[in-house]
């Protein structure tokens, strides 16, 4: 079985795969002080709860925080008797070509949600994930990586509005009622909630407009499902996007 993890900046997903079905999926938040011990004991927890017959003899990491890379294949090596395949290192291979400026780092994650997405949807395609940042990430027709754009993710963005204005509380981030709030937090949900739906949608119509054709957008992250309440945002929302793009370049690296 296949120990697919995929490290954020606010929390960290680990998804169980039995060949090429997911069989569960828990998430935690993301500590850099976290041990490969501390790890193994709250996954095996969340296993036996389950009571399931788990017996992981692969692992995959993605990570965008470099420092808690070490404490997962630890983890990989002394309880699972494993090393783990970590993406965006030299020994592992990825199934689409990335076309970027010469010399630039290009985010693990963005890298999988590309893999996944043209393998479930096809190429010509604009994945937006909301995480601690919002990133648009475009798959072009032959299913290559070529660019996007990074925006505060919706979170940040709230938190900062917090912090930087005293008389303004924390919010709970829903689709409010109207555009026109009454009160102060209606009006900040108003503003958060509509800003990234128009953030989305001028994103996304400029980098059509650019790459001159129609594209699929496809959405992705904790914040998605509540963004596509509003028509003609998303065509496809696709929660475990990350963790089947992870499923798919350890098979690809094996094959």
Request: net charge neutral; hydrophobic share 45%.
């Amino acid at each position: 079985m296949l120990l697919a993890i995929d490290v954020g900046n606010t929390n960290t997903v680990f998804a169980i795969y039995d060949g090429n079905e997911l069989l569960m999926e828990w998430r935690c938040s993301t500590a850099v002080s976290r041990t490969a011990d501390e790890y193994y004991v709250w996954l095996k927890a969340l296993i036996n709860f389950q009571n399931k017959n788990i017996l992981i003899s692969k692992m995959i990491v993605c990570s965008v925080v470099p420092q808690v890379v070490f404490n997962l294949k630890l983890m990989g090596k002394k309880y699972f008797s494993t090393e783990a395949l970590v993406v965006g290192h030299s020994l592992c291979k990825l199934p689409v070509k990335v076309r970027v400026d010469e010399g630039v780092h290009v985010g693990s994650d963005r890298i999988v949600n590309t893999v996944a997405a043209f393998d479930r949807y096809g190429g010509n395609l604009i994945v937006v994930d909301f995480g601690t940042a919002t990133t648009f990430d475009v798959v072009d027709l032959d299913g290559a990586y070529i660019g996007g754009a990074i925006a505060p993710g919706v979170n940040l963005s709230t938190k900062a509005l917090h912090q930087a204005a005293a008389a303004l509380p924390h919010i709970e981030i829903i689709k409010p009622k109207t555009s026109i709030g009454t009160n102060t937090i209606d009006c900040m949900q108003a503003g958060v909630f509509w800003g990234y739906i128009g953030l989305v949608k001028e994103i996304c119509t400029q980098i059509m407009r650019e790459h001159n054709s129609t594209m699929k957008v496809i959405g992705t992250g904790g914040l998605a499902s509540l963004f596509s309440k509003v028509p003609n945002t998303f065509e496809i929302i696709d929660s475990n996007l990350t963790t089947h793009g992870l499923f798919l370049i350890d098979e690809f690296n094996r094959k």
